[in-house]
């Protein structure tokens, strides 16, 4: 029998917002809800999701679904046990969000960073999210546009702040029907593989960047105003490991824009080189080569016609270097709309490169 998958999850979204009666017949292992209705239904019923993550089995061998009713969940979360499955009652009014930037300080006096401040990161593998949003609600504009900034300055200024991380740990994160929103770091896919459709992703610079292997499809990407700068954003950021032949793949996308950002105003995307250790001394980590694509996506007038633009990082001798776009894996094919151009900067795949980018090939065994 066919079933329509779209039809069968909008469904399902309605059934969350009826009855108890109905509410019953949803399979469900736990409940996030200050609802007393919700508490009756004979489901363990939770008044946050850390204490629901937290009464979750250690090592489900199935899925376990967690419920969100809808409201605005203020809390920084964490996702360290396997096969946890999140589903929000509405997609626009079941948030969870928290306002940690990188420059913060943590409770024991240190800033978060960037590998810290996400508002939920996941570090277990089978992560499943679905019909909700996800945001880091930290006032970046406000702190941009101050005279003098607020917060410890963790690489260029302190204001990255994360709404979704795919830490270490990470593999076979599913994530469906989600708007994932921030402003400079929004989504860091550091880890694992992952696989992103039917959601929206804002943010303004880097806001989609990370190591891991991660196809995006079917999503709109918008890009977010920040007031004042010639540079509006960067939208795909790799940090993929050169022995890895997929990092960043978005495929059948929109990118988008808030209305006040600029013509030509946005990068695709720049290369990221991170400072890592090493036994002679800190600096960029020279096995990255990022690789992003842009598979058969729609672009409005935003996206620089040079497509790509690079980014520094620390050299070995302590000097600052610049990781030029055609030193990484960057790339377009079949790009069409407002921002679509044909540039010496901007490399196309061939018909026979293009092929390589399949989910079985992105993705490995996992039938996501």
């Given at each position: 029998?066919?079933?329509?998958?779209?039809?069968?999850?909008?469904?399902?979204?309605?059934?969350?917002?009826?009855?108890?009666?109905?509410?019953?017949?949803?399979?469900?292992?736990a409940v996030v809800s200050t609802d007393p209705a919700d508490a009756a239904l004979g489901i363990?019923?939770?008044?946050?999701?850390?204490?629901?993550?937290?009464?979750?089995?250690?090592?489900?061998?199935?899925?376990?679904?967690?419920?969100?009713?809808?409201?605005?969940?203020?809390?920084?979360?964490?996702?360290?046990?396997?096969?946890?499955?999140?589903?929000?009652?509405?997609?626009?009014?079941?948030?969870?969000?928290?306002?940690?930037?990188?420059?913060?300080?943590?409770?024991?006096?240190?800033?978060?960073?960037?590998?810290?401040?996400?508002?939920?990161?996941?570090?277990?593998?089978?992560?499943?999210?679905?019909?909700?949003?996800?945001?880091?609600?930290?006032?970046?504009?406000?702190?941009?546009?101050?005279?003098?900034?607020?917060?410890?300055?963790?690489?260029?200024?302190?204001?990255?702040?994360?709404?979704?991380?795919?830490?270490?740990?990470?593999?076979?994160?599913?994530?469906?029907?989600?708007?994932?929103?921030?402003?400079?770091?929004?989504?860091?896919?550091?880890?694992?593989?992952?696989?992103?459709?039917?959601?929206?992703?804002?943010?303004?610079?880097?806001?989609?960047?990370?190591?891991?292997?991660?196809?995006?499809?079917?999503?709109?990407?918008?890009?977010?105003?920040?007031?004042?700068?010639?540079?509006?954003?960067?939208?795909?950021?790799?940090?993929?490991?050169?022995?890895?032949?997929?990092?960043?793949?978005?495929?059948?996308?929109?990118?988008?824009?808030?209305?006040?950002?600029?013509?030509?105003?946005?990068?695709?995307?720049?290369?990221?080189?991170?400072t890592r250790s090493f036994p002679d001394g800190r600096y960029g980590d020279p096995a990255i080569?990022?690789?992003?694509?842009?598979?058969d996506c729609w672009m409005d007038d935003h996206i620089d016609p040079a497509g790509w633009d690079?980014?520094?990082?620390?050299?070995?001798?302590?000097?600052?270097?610049?990781?030029?776009?055609?030193?990484?894996?960057?790339?377009?094919?079949?790009?069409?709309?407002?921002?679509?151009?044909?540039?010496?900067?901007?490399?196309?795949?061939?018909?026979?490169?293009?092929?390589?980018?399949?989910?079985?090939?992105?993705?490995?065994?996992?039938?996501?």
């Open positions: 029998m066919y079933v329509d998958r779209r039809a069968f999850l909008q469904l399902c979204a309605l059934a969350l917002g009826g009855c108890g009666s109905v509410r019953r017949a949803v399979p469900f292992d363990a019923c939770h008044a946050s999701l850390g204490a629901a993550l937290a009464a979750a089995p250690q090592a489900s061998p199935r899925p376990w679904r967690i419920r969100i009713a809808r409201g605005r969940w203020h809390e920084k979360l964490i996702v360290a046990k396997p096969n946890i499955e999140l589903i929000g009652d509405e997609r626009e009014k079941t948030i969870l969000a928290f306002d940690a930037a990188a420059g913060h300080l943590k409770p024991d006096g240190k800033p978060w960073g960037t590998w810290g401040c996400a508002s939920l990161i996941v570090r277990a593998p089978g992560f499943t999210a679905r019909n909700l949003t996800i945001e880091n609600s930290f006032d970046y504009i406000g702190e941009i546009t101050r005279p003098r900034p607020t917060l410890e300055p963790i690489g260029a200024n302190g204001a990255q702040a994360v709404a979704l991380m795919l830490d270490m740990g990470a593999d076979r994160s599913h994530i469906e029907n989600v708007d994932i929103r921030g402003h400079q770091d929004t989504l860091f896919v550091d880890a694992g593989r992952s696989r992103f459709h039917d959601c929206t992703i804002s943010g303004s610079v880097d806001f989609i960047f990370g190591g891991g292997r991660c196809l995006i499809e079917h999503c709109r990407i918008v890009s977010r105003h920040r007031p004042g700068k010639a540079r509006q954003g960067y939208v795909a950021v790799p940090s993929t490991q050169r022995t890895q032949e997929f990092g960043l793949v978005l495929r059948d996308c929109r990118l988008e824009k808030e209305s006040a950002v600029p013509r030509a105003s946005v990068a695709l995307g720049r290369p990221w080189r991170p080569a990022g690789a992003a694509a842009f598979i690079a980014m520094s990082y620390t050299a070995r001798d302590g000097s600052r270097q610049m990781f030029q776009p055609q030193d990484a894996r960057l790339a377009e094919y079949r790009s069409r709309g407002p921002g679509a151009h044909a540039s010496a900067s901007r490399r196309m795949l061939s018909d026979d490169e293009a092929k390589k980018y399949t989910n079985a090939n992105i993705l490995g065994d996992w039938p996501a």
